[in-house]
């Protein structure tokens, strides 16, 4: 009994563990979403310059709050991305249970 309780607290661990670094990736994703959102919206909100009769100034033909409001950002997404998949999300087990070999769920033993 002593021993299905300490296999039942270690697959709590790994359960539990997975699920920490599952929100942690969570907070990350929703941080950075929200820093590219603000980011663009002050920007083109900013930048746009409404119906003023000056002209826009432009970069390479675009105008510049296109280019530091939509393009630069959405690069800058992108690199995130790739660091976010590459370096900062880890695979962890959902189902500890399961065993590498035959790919097959043990069933947890019955306590009486």
Do not use: H
Not at 1 to 24: H, I, K, P
Not at 52 to 57: C, D, L, N, Q
Request: overall charge negative; some cysteine; aromatic content about 14%.
């Amino acid at each position: 009994m002593g021993q299905d309780v300490n296999q039942r607290e270690q697959r709590n661990r790994e359960l539990g563990e997975s699920f920490r670094q599952a929100s942690r990736e969570s907070v990350v994703i929703v941080i950075g979403w929200l820093v590219f959102l603000i980011w663009t919206a002050t920007v083109c909100a900013f930048g746009w310059g409404g119906e003023s009769r000056e002209p826009v100034p432009t970069w390479m033909g675009l105008p510049r709050w296109v280019i530091f409001g939509v393009i630069l950002p959405w690069l800058a997404a992108c690199g995130f991305t790739f660091w976010f998949t590459m370096f900062y999300m880890k695979d962890t087990d959902l189902d500890p249970d399961r065993t590498e070999e035959t790919g097959e769920n043990q069933e947890p033993e019955e306590v009486d």
